[in-house]
C-alpha cells in the first residue's frame, strides 16, 4: 500500500513511529503533488491536515480531482464542528473524489 502524506511539516509523522514494510510512505508537500503524481504509481492513501498554515482540504480535493486521483483522501484533524458541511464543500469542488475526514483528537500529556 501507497500512501502519501501531504504536509507543511518536513517529516509529520511522529517520531519513534515503525510502519510495516509493506508500507510506502511518502511526504510532500501540496507543491509536490503534480510531480509525484506524473512521475510515480498514484498512491492508494492521499492524507492531509484539514487545516494546514498554507493549505486545506479543499486546496488539496481541487488539485487530487484535476490529476485525476483515483484513489482515497483522509483529511485529518482533532475535531470539527460539522462534519456534513466540509463533506459537501469537497464535493463540490471535487465530485467523485473519495472524501472523509478522521477525527483524532489530540492527546494531552
Known sequence: MTILIISDAPDPAPSGLSLPERLDVRCISLDGLEAELSGNPHPDLVL???VAPTFDALD???RLAALRFRGIYRAVAPSI????LIREEVAAVAPGL???VLV????SH
Open 81 to 84: 464542528p460539522d462534519l456534513r
Open 48 to 50: 492531509s491536515p484539514l
Open 60 to 62: 488539496v480535493a481541487q
Open 98 to 100: 473519495d472524501f472523509d
Open 104 to 107: 483524532l483528537p489530540l492527546r
